[in-house]
């Protein structure tokens, strides 16, 4: 059974930790992101980060009904950063754009707690407050609704798939991540024209290319493609 969280009224009249620190939900969710940051996406535990909060690790339960609750929260702070580094031009295309990329970034700041938080759903007010706006945008087009959902989808889904896949290469070590890349220089420009023709007339295109994040060309041929939907009154 989850625990029951209390009020934030109530958690300020508690006693500060072991270090002097009030807690609160803002404060446990920045130290979350620092313990994922140091341990990685399966390093985050209630032990873990109640020492790095001073505080017993029961503690965390005032505020949070679980770690997963706690998982939430992470991904919500991260679509909060999101939308406070964007700011509206009016223009469709430039505010989408602007927008995806702001979530990727957000993201991949802190590759660890992406894994961890990518694929969920929070429901909490900042994940809220990014769709309302992104759904705000393309029915202001002019969009039929389910051509509208079906664009957020496909726009939101992409934009944090894309910084779940980048992030799990920023989080290997650098050896690791290197040794991926020259595979491009090392296995894939060796294969025989014979065998594999395309691979070969195309590697070195390969090796200067995959090191690199797809999402920027991938977005633009989402926007390309919502673009061809517009209404006349809308391009």
């Known amino acids: 059974m989850a625990k029951h969280v209390v009020p934030e009224a109530a958690r300020r009249r508690r006693r500060p930790t072991r270090t002097g620190t009030v807690l609160s939900e803002e404060i446990i969710v920045d130290t979350a992101l620092r313990v994922l940051r140091e341990h990685g996406s399966t390093g985050l535990t209630a032990r873990r980060l109640g020492m790095a909060l001073g505080a017993d690790p029961s503690t965390l339960y005032r505020y949070f009904a679980g770690m997963d609750d706690l998982t939430r929260a992470i991904g919500d702070e991260l679509m909060g950063r999101a939308l406070g580094s964007w700011a509206a031009t009016g223009d469709w295309r430039t505010d989408l754009r602007a927008l995806g990329r702001a979530v990727y970034a957000a993201y991949l700041a802190h590759p660890q707690a992406a894994l961890l938080t990518a694929s969920r759903v929070t429901g909490r007010p900042r994940e809220i407050a990014v769709d309302e706006t992104i759904l705000g945008i393309l029915r202001g087009t002019g969009l039929p609704d389910p051509v509208a959902v079906r664009v957020y989808h496909a726009f939101i889904d992409q934009s944090l798939a894309f910084a779940a896949l980048d992030a799990g290469s920023l989080a290997l070590t650098a050896e690791a991540r290197t040794q991926d890349e020259e595979m491009w220089h090392t296995a894939y420009a ?46």
């Open 190 to 235: 060796r294969l025989p024209a014979a065998s594999h023709p395309n691979i070969a007339a195309t590697a070195h295109l390969l090796a200067r290319r995959m090191p690199h994040s797809a999402y920027p060309a991938a977005l633009e041929m989402l926007l390309e493609h919502t673009a061809a939907q517009l209404p006349p009154s809308g391009t």
